[in-house]
């Protein structure tokens, strides 16, 4: 392998980023440098990360004791939407609002086929973005 | 050793698509958050890698699980780090989707012909929050517990059917030693595998229909 980032490569695949725009790159070297690159940095954050904050376990189960459910936090917003709503309407916030999260999900590039199709595709792109970041942050709030 | 590698060549025929792949060039107009998506695959191996090693000494019973986890965490050498290695990568590698798919939506590379590989994406996602879900419970500890009892008992939302899904889900009417041992299996068999199969039609589209370069 002749693409390790030694010095010498590292000087090179920094003047490839500085090159003029236009002029196609090749996967080896150049890409491929820079992908190691990013894959170091992104094993060195999660190291980083485990070594702060190690794992934990919580106390054993005991049913008699009443606990509040948490979950994992991608599974906040979930959570946060099922609370608002109430008795037969339930089902609106556990099966139909994800279901139809996960239709516009699925399909959004078939919202973009005709004119100003870009439009509703980033509405509907920007409300499951939203709906996901917003519920998740008062769930976060709530929390604490 | 180039005498191994033309043995070895002659059999597996790898050397013209390996240098293919090798030689290939990269449209210049990207940028470093091309690299989200990469950046979720270095997750989901380490993900792969770590959970591989996690199943050594975990074991999925309900007497058992709980204090498996403590004598990973506590006993075995290293198993903390190899546990904290894979708890983070799930969070990064969800993140790291996310930010992902949001670069995918920008740069609009979602158009005609990948639609596609947007859906098997998508369905990727979901499968790997399913195994997110499925794998919180496996501790088996008070916080697990409840957060899978409130989870499962969504589906039993649903009307009619709702019960008997949510029966099939836990194999019982609430979370119990069945739960447990489907959720492992999922978990660790039917969940990786199915996004296996997913990321491989991604990378093979991309393979073949090259990066999106910016219209």
Same mark, same amino acid.
């Given at each position: 392998m002749g693409a390790l980032p030694h010095d010498k490569k590292i000087g090179y695949s920094l003047k490839i980023l500085s090159k003029v725009k236009g002029e196609p790159k090749k996967f080896y070297p150049d890409y491929l440098s820079e992908i190691i690159v990013v894959i170091t940095i992104a094993i060195e954050v999660l190291l980083i990360l485990v070594f702060l904050m190690p794992p934990t376990i919580g106390r054993p !189960?005991?049913? &008699?004791k009443p606990f509040q459910a948490i979950p994992e936090w991608y599974f906040l917003w979930l959570y946060k939407l099922v609370s608002y709503f109430h008795g037969p309407f339930i089902f609106v916030g556990t099966v139909i609002i994800p279901l139809i999260f996960i239709f516009i999900l699925i399909a959004l %590039?078939?919202?973009? +086929?005709? +004119?100003g199709g870009r439009l509703i595709a980033s509405l509907l792109g920007s409300i499951l973005l939203l709906s996901f970041v917003m519920l998740t942050l008062i769930s976060i709030i709530d929390l604490q | 050793m180039s005498k191994f590698f033309d043995w070895l060549d002659k059999q597996f025929k790898i050397r013209s698509p390996h240098k293919r792949f090798f030689q290939r060039t990269i449209p210049p #107009? !990207? #940028?470093? =958050?091309?690299c989200f998506g990469g950046i979720a695959f270095t997750y989901f191996l380490l993900l792969a890698m770590s959970g591989l090693l996690l199943t050594?000494?975990? $074991? %999925? =019973?309900?007497?058992e699980a709980y204090n498996s986890v403590l004598l990973i965490t #506590?006993? @075995? %050498?290293?198993g903390w780090v190899i546990r904290g290695i894979h708890k983070w990568s799930a969070s990064l590698y969800i993140t790291f989707i996310i930010f992902h798919a949001i670069r995918v939506f920008l740069s609009r590379a979602y158009k005609p012909p990948r639609e596609l590989n947007w859906m098997v994406g998508s369905l990727a996602f979901i499968a790997s929050m399913a195994s997110g879900f499925t794998g919180y419970?496996?501790?088996?500890d008070q916080k697990a517990y409840w957060a899978t009892e409130v989870g499962t008992s969504m589906i039993s939302? !649903? %009307? $009619?059917?709702g019960k008997y899904i949510a029966y099939l889900v836990r194999?019982? &009417?609430? @979370? &119990?030693a069945n739960t447990l041992l489907r959720f492992y299996a999922l978990h660790v068999l039917y969940l990786p595998l199915i996004t296996i199969f997913l990321l491989w039609g991604h990378f093979h589209m991309i393979k073949r229909l090259g990066i999106a370069s910016k219209y």
């Open positions: !189960i005991d049913l &008699s %590039p078939f919202f973009d +086929r005709r +004119r | #107009n !990207i #940028n470093y =958050t091309y050594i000494y975990y $074991i %999925p =019973t309900e007497k #506590n006993e @075995v %050498p290293l419970l496996l501790p088996w939302t !649903i %009307p $009619i059917a194999g019982d &009417s609430h @979370v &119990s």
